[in-house]
């Protein structure tokens, strides 16, 4: 028998944010890093400014009003609530589309887009958009047990959209929600019009080494680089995510860090994200604690998606799929890589601005690939 479909109301205490403001206030701080720049992480005066915003000028209440604004649901999938919004298109020939962030994203990051995808000026491009929270995140319950990996969280996609009642529909995702999407592609192909990845899951080809565009090999100094400078959140994540989370789930100032770092890191246009969009996200992982339930997720399936980027010519996905590699994104991917994996790569695009969290940076590029591509395959 399906579990039911529960409506679902954000609703913080106001004890809660109380004790945020408090421990913000009571923030122990390190000492200045030696260095002008974002080389040893977040500068001090950087998120010593960022906290007092947030300890006493930041309205969640406006937040989760907006938050709440969206149909909002719980179902038990597997054992495991899963949280979700459910927009259904005002126009009723819309395709259904399961939308997954990634980590360190949120909810939050697709409110920009929400309704370009669901009402467009088109309404042949219109989307009944649902969009899961990733077990372990945000308002869906912590897996008690180990075992939730993409995989896993694929199948309980599948049965949420069997749930909705939709028999066809597509997916659409990035960062582990490309992972989740691309996993979709293998194990539901038979519902899917197709898939929509940013970017694509795309291993170098050595067979290409010799014969490397300048892009192709401005991707393998990126990897170098961001191998040897920005890798250290996922070895640790996907190594010791519970030591980790001590310091995630207590102090309210050592989560902001954490976050805002990948947000500076992965964002082509840093200036483009307000204060309040950045704490917007960053509350949820504060509120519900999931500092250490998140970063599970890294150990759960880290290596088998690296075991996915540096194999070439193994688990392919054979439906129609869309790939969108923002000029920001490390790596970005060529074509003729990804279709060793990708077998029916029917959009390919580029876009000109924008990096990890497109739909927040550029919320109208983001909803254009989307919208194209689908095109292609209602």
Not at 335 to 363: K, M, N, Q, S, V
């Amino acid at each position: 028998m399906n579990e039911p479909l529960t409506p679902f109301r954000i609703d913080v205490p106001q004890e809660q944010l109380d004790d945020l403001r408090e421990r913000l206030r009571r923030t122990r701080w390190p000492d200045p890093e030696p260095v002008a720049d974002w080389s040893q992480g977040v500068p001090l005066s950087y998120v010593r400014d960022l906290c007092r915003y947030w300890a006493e000028e930041y309205d969640w209440r406006a937040t989760e009003a907006r938050l709440n604004a969206l149909p909002q649901y719980v179902t038990e999938i597997d054992g495991v609530r899963v949280h979700f919004a459910h927009v259904r298109s005002p126009h009723p020939d819309a395709l259904p589309l399961v939308l997954t962030n990634g980590w360190p994203g949120s909810l939050t990051e697709y409110l920009k887009v929400v309704e370009p995808l669901t009402n467009p000026p088109d309404p042949a491009d219109a989307f009944h958009l649902v969009l899961p929270t990733l077990p372990g995140y945000g308002f869906s319950g912590k897996p008690t047990t180990t075992g939730w990996g993409v995989q896993r969280i694929a199948r309980a996609w599948a049965e949420l959209m069997a749930r909705l009642g939709y028999a066809r529909y597509g997916a659409a995702g990035s960062d582990w929600g490309t992972s989740v999407t691309t996993s979709l592609g293998q194990q539901d192909a038979a519902r899917l019009a197709g898939i929509h990845v940013i970017p694509p899951i795309a291993a170098p080809d050595p067979a290409t080494f010799d014969d490397l565009t300048d892009d192709e090999r401005a991707t393998l100094e990126a990897l170098e680089h961001a191998g040897e400078h920005e890798s250290g959140y996922s070895a640790e994540q996907s190594t010791k995510p519970q030591t980790l989370g001590y310091g995630l789930v207590d102090s309210p100032a050592a989560l902001c860090a954490w976050i805002v770092e990948k947000f500076r890191s992965w964002t082509e246009r840093p200036d483009l994200l307000t204060r309040d969009e950045l704490l917007d996200n960053v509350m949820l992982y504060w509120l519900p604690g999931t500092g250490a339930s998140s970063a599970r997720l890294y150990w759960e399936s880290f290596r088998q998606v690296s075991e996915w980027f540096t194999r070439t010519n193994d688990d392919t996905i054979d439906v129609p799929t869309g790939c969108s590699v923002f000029p920001r994104e490390v790596p970005r991917p060529s074509r003729r890589w990804a279709a060793r994996r990708y077998t029916d790569i029917r959009w390919w695009h580029e876009p000109p601005r924008g990096g990890h969290f497109a739909a927040l940076e550029e919320p109208e590029l983001f909803a254009e690939e989307l919208r194209s591509f689908f095109r292609l395959v209602r």
